[in-house]
């Protein structure tokens, strides 16, 4: 077995609890789930039609509004359109952007699949908590890299590990059924060098943000 991102060889790993197997590649520091423990689509969308984030919400509302001061906020003024890719089933951070005025599409392959986003470049893009359920980074780093305009900005949101599987056993992120793909700063390094993107800011926690070039 080989890292998805690098291409270079992997340590596997079992997760005692929910008897997963994943893979950790320790030169771009990215954990993967074996394909054989990924849950159905059918069961995929049953876990999403769990979520309940609407406007209404303040802790979620609460969560984006830090998202976009930690991430992006200092640029805004560069950014006049943009996709949130993967907005699911309640877009609260497209109708947020949309309050500063921005232009946003959204697409989400289970709730909004249209892929309004083919023959156009944005500004920004956002995704939050989504990159964690894509069974093929290099895939959806490649759509990101052809869709942002050059000077563009990717706000990227997902938990990152703590890169020692010993750790990574009892990590709470990992318990979700839908969450295949983990990953750290390095791992961010290594795709932003793939993909034409320089990284200007990282929270070391959970939020990215990378510049295309």
Not at 33 to 60: A, C, F, W
Not at 93 to 98: Q, T, V
Not at 181 to 189: G, K, S
Request: hydrophobic share 35%; net charge neutral; with cysteine.
């Amino acid at each position: 077995m080989l890292c998805k991102i690098c291409n270079k060889p992997v340590i596997p790993c079992i997760d005692e609890r929910n008897n997963w197997e994943f893979f950790h590649c320790k030169e771009c520091e990215f954990i993967f789930k074996n394909p054989r423990n990924y849950v159905d689509k059918t069961n995929e969308l049953k876990q999403y039609n769990h979520h309940n984030n609407t406007l209404e919400s303040p802790g979620y509302v609460e969560m984006f509004e830090k998202f976009i001061d930690v991430t992006f906020q200092p640029y805004i003024q560069d950014i006049k359109t943009a996709l949130e890719f993967g907005s699911g089933p309640g877009p609260v951070l497209a109708e947020l952007l949309k309050q500063k005025g921005l232009d946003v599409d959204i697409y989400d392959k289970f709730f909004s699949p249209q892929k309004i986003y083919e023959n156009k470049k944005y500004d920004l893009i956002t995704s939050t908590e989504v990159i964690e359920h894509i069974q093929n980074p290099l895939e959806v780093f490649e759509l990101f890299s052809k869709h942002i305009k050059k000077g563009g900005y990717l706000a990227l949101m997902t938990q990152f590990h703590k890169n020692e599987m010993k750790d990574f056993k009892k990590w709470w992120y990992k318990n979700d059924p839908t969450h295949i793909c983990f990953f750290r700063p390095r791992t961010f390094e290594v795709l932003a060098s793939l993909y034409g993107f320089k990284i200007l800011s990282n929270d070391l926690v959970k939020s990215v943000l990378l510049k295309k070039i």
